[in-house]
């Protein structure tokens, strides 16, 4: 098992910048990923990385805009987000996959946070 804790997210403008981390616990995986669900959508990934080698992908709504970054020693991970929209908006989940693969799936990952609200507003 893996017990994941999410924090960071809340209210910023449009144009404004957040981070959430997500802190990990229990046994090894191989890939962190993001992912977020706006409400009346489906989940979307938002990013990934791979724990030990530090790899890492992006979806294209979010390249140049969002960081994923991770702290072995700490077992955290980070969600740098810039330059937020409201199109932003959703409740964003952090995920340990077993599976080792940067452009993961929601069905590929096994642990799950229990996520946080990033609300984008103009």
């Known amino acids: 098992q893996v017990q994941l804790v999410e924090s960071g997210g809340g209210l910023v403008q449009v144009g404004g910048s957040l981070k959430l981390s997500c802190v990990a616990s229990?046994?090894?995986?191989?890939?962190m990923a993001w992912f977020r669900q706006a409400p009346g959508k489906e989940r979307e990934f938002v990013g990934s990385?791979?724990?030990?080698?530090?790899?890492?992908y992006y979806s294209d709504s979010v390249k140049g805009r969002f960081t994923i970054s991770r702290d072995i020693a700490k077992n955290m991970g980070y969600l740098q987000m810039n330059s937020l929209n409201a199109e932003d908006t959703a409740v964003y989940y952090c995920?340990?996959?077993?599976?080792?693969?940067?452009?993961?799936?929601?069905?590929?990952?096994?642990?799950w946070g229990q996520g946080t609200q990033v609300t984008v507003s103009s």
């Open positions: 990385i791979t724990w030990n080698t530090g790899s890492r």
């Open positions: 229990g046994r090894a995986f191989s890939t």
């Open positions: 995920a340990a996959c077993r599976k080792l693969r940067l452009g993961i799936r929601d069905d590929e990952c096994d642990y």
